[in-house]
């Protein structure tokens, strides 16, 4: 079992739904989110280009934030996802330095928060809150060990990308291109 | 031209747009532990090799100051903390992989290990105490009325100063892990480029071990001490110096993350900071100056030691500053 979520660039139009099904799902803070867009920009006019991404953690098999973590607050959970044991969390900020995604933040309340992949929606068999709210359907997630999930065919069709691969992570959030 | 924007407002102040969720609290206590490691490890080094007479500062008097150094070390990094009322979970486990995790546990064994050392000299620091008018201090009279009177401390100090090697190679060993200890915190974060280098770990125990010595020197009234001590500090400068270097090579002929790290120091904001109050006056010109004393000319020797002190204190704020701008995306 290896959760792993792929997502369309090119079918991405940046409404930014997930990233408020997130904060509505997971009682998310005013001012904070789990999930951001980014909008890049390349080129000079007239030749320019777009991308959109719809960014949170990545889930990595190599996971920074769980090798700093002092009080083993950081953890992986079955399925490869990343989650913070919030009494268990000193608020030190050492998996915030470590992450190079910069996908979590300290919450109002002192401990640090992150996406969990909306874990307690995967043990009832759901798929996290933003996937199921895309209105374009741009995002595919599901079981990498399972060829037929959503996520293995879109990655197996498509031409895709990871984030700052060079920083050694191994992400489990891939940009089909 | 490549430009990237968060458009759905990621709005985590602290986070962006740069991440510096750390703020004075970490670069204070990376001075302190430094300075710490570095009088524990001058104190044991010269009783280890039997110099107590002669090095009476480095011995005794310079290790007065650990207790309270480490004691204020660890409340700024209380302070640091966002979910104070859990940290005693740093003391629930013990995460090899995380520096944070052995530091934290170092800081537990060594605090009380300097409280002990510094216990073995209280007596004769209470009789040398005199007030203002050449008489025993009213305070040091009461204090050692107690003594007196709570034979058990005393010889529980008897105790402690038979046993003192044992002591001391303790403190050799855990003053270089906490010296050491205060570089690998933030090389371990590979998300800094300007951190992820294994050069910082010998790099801030050589500054510790340097801001120590100084101490040393500014409280050594010994002429002999002092210039011993003074040499070692020169060595010490000289290391730190061929440390600097070598990490701007190892920069530039890195990767595009950390050559742009590089670049922060040379031509970018930290320029000056960096290169005319950590390396100039904190390192280069208290060299010549120490190096002049050597050679008989009158210098007080506070100002060496001051700009010392001075230059690994701006250091430490100048690293923790800088890193935390440098980053992989956006």
Redesign the interface.
Known sequence: MRYAMAIDTKKCV?C?DC?VACQTENDVPI???RD?????????YPNLEME?RSERCNHCDNA?CV???????SHIEEGGVVKVK?????????C???????AR??HP????DKCTFCYHRLVKGEKPACVSVCPTKCMYFGDLDDENSDVSIALRNRKHKV??P????KPHIFYLI | ????????????????PY?N??HWQIPVYLFLGGLAAGLLFFAALYTLLGKEKQMPTAVKWATFLVPPALVLGLLSLFL?????M??W??Y??I?L?????W??WTLLIITPISILWSMMFLRELLEAWKGKDGKPAPMAVWSLKFLEKNQWIEQFIQWLVKYRKVLAWLMIYYGLILGIYTGILLS?????PLWNTSLLGPLFLVSGLSTAAATIMWMSKDHLERSTISRIDLMLIGIELFLIVHLFMGFLAS?A?QIEAASLFLGGPYTVMFWVFVVFMGLILPAILETLELLGYKIPVMIPAILILFGGLVFRFVMVEAG?IT????
């Open positions: 940046g930014s990233v001012g904070f989110c951001w867009i980014v909008e890049v920009m390349d080129g000079s959109l920074p090798r700093c973590c002092p009080t083993g607050a919030k009494h268990r969390c000193i608020g030190c900020g050492a915030i330095q470590s992450c190079p995604y910069d933040y300290s309340e002192g401990y640090v984030l700052a060079e920083a050694g992570t | 031209m490549k430009e990237e924007l968060f458009v759905s407002g990621r709005a985590i102040p602290n986070i962006d991440l969720i750390w640091d903390l966002k979910h104070k859990f940290f979970q740093l629930t486990v995460r992989e995380s520096p944070m995790s530091g934290a371990a974060f590979n998300a800094r990767s993350v935390q980053r992989y995306l956006y």
